[in-house]
C-alpha cells in the first residue's frame, strides 16, 4: 500500500500482482505517481511519448526495440489508453452481447432457447461485467510493457509540456529530444439546452457512471457509437431511437461505404425495432433534474417530443489538442485536430503527433501505426503513414466490414464492373438463405433474410478486385488480408482469387463465387 506513489524500476510485477496495484490506485488506496524509470541509462531520450495509448505505447515499443530510449507517461495507473478502458474493449464486449442477445430472442422458445426473459436483458449489468474485469486487460498492458518490452513510464501522472524539449511529470523535469503528443479525443458534446441533465451520457460515462437500467434511449447523432451503441440498447431491451442528421452510414464520417450493404445493416436494425430517423434537428433535452425525452424537429419540419429514460450521445469525436495548442503553438484543423504530415510531423520542430488527436479515422491501426511511423522517423528513417486507404468495420447485431470500393465508387472510376453479390441483385433477402456461413447457419433455416449480405466489386477489364463489403459474422479477420491483397502492389484479380482454397463454409463466399464467374474472358455479375 502506497500514498506517495511507486518506484517499481528494480522489482519485477506480475499481472497478477498488478491487477491488485491497479485496483488499489482505482479504490484510492494507492496513490500518487507510478515511476519506472532506468537511472542507469545516461542518455537522453529520443522522445517522451505524452499519453500510454495505443499510439503512445506501440510507438515507445517500436523505438525501445529499434535501440532508442523512450519514456511514456500517462494520467492512467495503467498504459493502453482509452480502448481498453472505455472504448473499443467494452464496445466489442456490447457488441457480442448484441449478437448474442439478437440471437436469444430470435429462437425465443425454439430448440435449448427459453423463452426470452426480458428481465433478464440489461445494459447495466453489461456494463458492471465489463467494470469487473477491466483491470486485467490494464494489468497486461503495464506487465507487457515493462517485464517484456523493456519500456520506461510514468504513469497515474499529468505531464505539463514546458517547451518542445522539456516535460514536467511526477515533479520532475524530463529533457528529451523530441515529445509525441498521443492524448487523444473526446466526444463533441453538441450545444444542446438541457444536454447536461443527469441520464445523458456518452460512451466515456455511460462506463463510469451508469447506476439504472434504462428502459428507452434516445440517440443524438448518427456515428459509428451511434449505430453500435444504439445496437446493444436495442438488443438489451431498451427501445432506442436514432436521431441523425445525415442517413446512418452515408455522412461524410464514414467512406466507401456500399449503398446495398447500408441498406442491409439500416433494414437490420429497423427489424429489430430501433427507430431510426435522419434529416434531424435535435433542439432540446428535456427535463428538470434528470432526462424525461427530447425535442426534435424531423426531416418533415414538424416539431416532437420523443420521451426516453435516458439520452446517448453519439456525434462524434473531437481532439483533445488545447494544451499543446497554448504552450507550444502547435497548429489544428477547424475540429481542433493537430495537422501532421506523413511523418506524424507537426509544425513545431521536434514535436510529433499520433493517434486520435489527429483527427479521423479514430482507429486502433492507425494510432498504432502513427506511434510507430514517429518512432521511426525519430530514430533516423524517412518513413511516411499514409492512412487515406483502410480497411473498416463496426457492429450492429452484425458484424459489418468493407475494404476498397463501393460499387457506386468503382463504375464512377471504371467503365466496365461487376459484382459477385449475395442474395444476387434484385433478389429479396428473404428469398434464398444465403450467403450462410459459421455463424448464420440456424437463421439460413429460419430467418433466410437474416443470413447477412455480401458484395465483391471487381474491375472487369484489369479483372481487380477494388472492393468488399460483408455483413455477417467472422469476417473481420479476413478483411485485414483483403485489404492488404488490393492495396498491395498489382492488387490480386478474380482469376488469383479463383485459385485461393476456400474453408467450406466460410463467413466471406468471394473465393468461391469469383472461380463460378473466372473462367469467361468478358466478366459477368453474379
Ligand atoms: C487487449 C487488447 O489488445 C486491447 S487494449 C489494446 C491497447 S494497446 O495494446 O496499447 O493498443
Known amino acids: 500500500m502506497t500514498t506517495d506513489g511507486m518506484d517499481i524500476r ?19 488506496v494507492n496513490q500518487g505517481p507510478i515511476l519506472n524509470i532506468d537511472p542507469d541509462d545516461d542518455r537522453e531520450y529520443d522522445a517522451i511519448f505524452i499519453g500510454g495509448g495505443a499510439g503512445g505505447r506501440f510507438g515507445s515499443a517500436y523505438m525501445k526495440a529499434a535501440g532508442g530510449r523512450q519514456l511514456t507517461i500517462d494520467r492512467w495507473p495503467f498504459l493502453g489508453g482509452s480502448c481498453p478502458h472505455l472504448a473499443c474493449v467494452p464496445h466489442h464486449l456490447f457488441s457480442e452481447a448484441a449478437r448474442e442477445l439478437d440471437y436469444a430472442r430470435t429462437f425465443s422458445g425454439r430448440f435449448w432457447y427459453p423463452e426470452f426473459d426480458e428481465s433478464k436483458a440489461s445494459i447495466l449489468e453489461m456494463v458492471q461485467l465489463f467494470l469487473s474485469g477491466r483491470n486485467s486487460a490494464h494489468s497486461f498492458m503495464n506487465y507487457q510493457s515493462k517485464e517484456q518490452l523493456g519500456m520506461e513510464y510514468i504513469l497515474n501522472a499529468s505531464a505539463t509540456v514546458i517547451d518542445a524539449n522539456t516535460v514536467e511529470a511526477a515533479g520532475r523535469i524530463f529533457k528529451a529530444k523530441n515529445i509525441v503528443i498521443g492524448t487523444g479525443s473526446s466526444t463533441r458534446v453538441p450545444e444542446v439546452p438541457g444536454i447536461g441533465l443527469k441520464g ?3 460512451y466515456a460515462t455511460l462506463i463510469e457512471e451508469l447506476d439504472y437500467d434504462p428502459r428507452s434511449c434516445v440517440i443524438i447523432g448518427g456515428s459509428k457509437v451511434a449505430i453500435e451503441y444504439g445496437s446493444f440498447f436495442q438488443a438489451a431491451g431498451c427501445q432506442t431511437t436514432i436521431l441523425a442528421r445525415s442517413p446512418l452510414m452515408a455522412g461524410t464520417g464514414l467512406h466507401h461505404v456500399d449503398d446495398d450493404l447500408r441498406e442491409y445493416v439500416v433494414w437490420g436494425m429497423r427489424e429489430r425495432g430501433i427507430v431510426i430517423h435522419d434529416g434531424t434537428e435535435t433542439l432540446e433535452v428535456l427535463g428538470d433534474d434528470r432526462v424525461t425525452g427530447v425535442r426534435v424537429r424531423l426531416s418533415d419540419g414538424t416539431v416532437t417530443d420523443i420521451p426516453c429514460e ?12 488545447d494544451e ?21 510531423r507537426t509544425n513545431v520542430p521536434g514535436v510529433y503527433a499520433i493517434g486520435d488527436i489527429i483527427g479521423p479515422p479514430m482507429e486502433m491501426f492507425k494510432a498504432r501505426k502513427c506511434g510507430m511511423t514517429a ?33 457506386r465508387e468503382a463504375r464512377e472510376k471504371y467503365d466496365n464492373v461487376i459484382v459477385l453479390q449475395m442474395p444476387p441483385p434484385g433478389v429479396p433477402y428473404g428469398d434464398i438463405p444465403l450467403p450462410c456461413a459459421d455463424g448464420t447457419m440456424m437463421l439460413a433455416f429460419t430467418h433466410p433474410e437474416r443470413t447477412g449480405f455480401q458484395k465483391a466489386v471487381f474491375d472487369a477489364t484489369s479483372r481487380k478486385l477494388v472492393g468488399a463489403h460483408h455483413v455477417g ?11 492488404h491483397m488490393i492495396h498491395t502492389g498489382d492488387g490480386v484479380t478474380i482469376d488469383q482469387m479463383a485459385e485461393m482454397n476456400e474453408l467450406f463454409l466460410n463467413p466471406s463466399h468471394f473465393i468461391q463465387l469469383a472461380r463460378l464467374r473466372a473462367g469467361a474472358k468478358d466478366l459477368k455479375s453474379l
Do not use: C
Open 10 to 28: 528494480d522489482i519485477s510485477i506480475s499481472n497478477a500482482e498488478w491487477r491488485v496495484i491497479i485496483d488499489d490506485f482505482e479504490s484510492g
Open 200 to 202: 445523458v451520457y456518452d
Open 310 to 321: 435516458m439520452v446517448f450521445i453519439g456525434t462524434g469525436e473531437r481532439a483533445n489538442s
Open 324 to 344: 499543446y495548442v497554448k504552450t507550444l503553438g502547435v497548429a489544428v484543423d477547424d475540429r481542433d485536430s493537430i495537422i501532421v504530415d506523413a511523418h506524424m
Open 375 to 407: 518512432a521511426r522517423n525519430i530514430m533516423g528513417e524517412d518513413y511516411t503513414f499514409d492512412f487515406s486507404e483502410y480497411p473498416d468495420f463496426l457492429h450492429s447485431t452484425y458484424e459489418v466490414t468493407w475494404v476498397g470500393l463501393s460499387e
Open 473 to 483: 459474422y467472422g469476417a473481420k479477420d479476413g478483411f485485414q488480408y483483403l485489404d
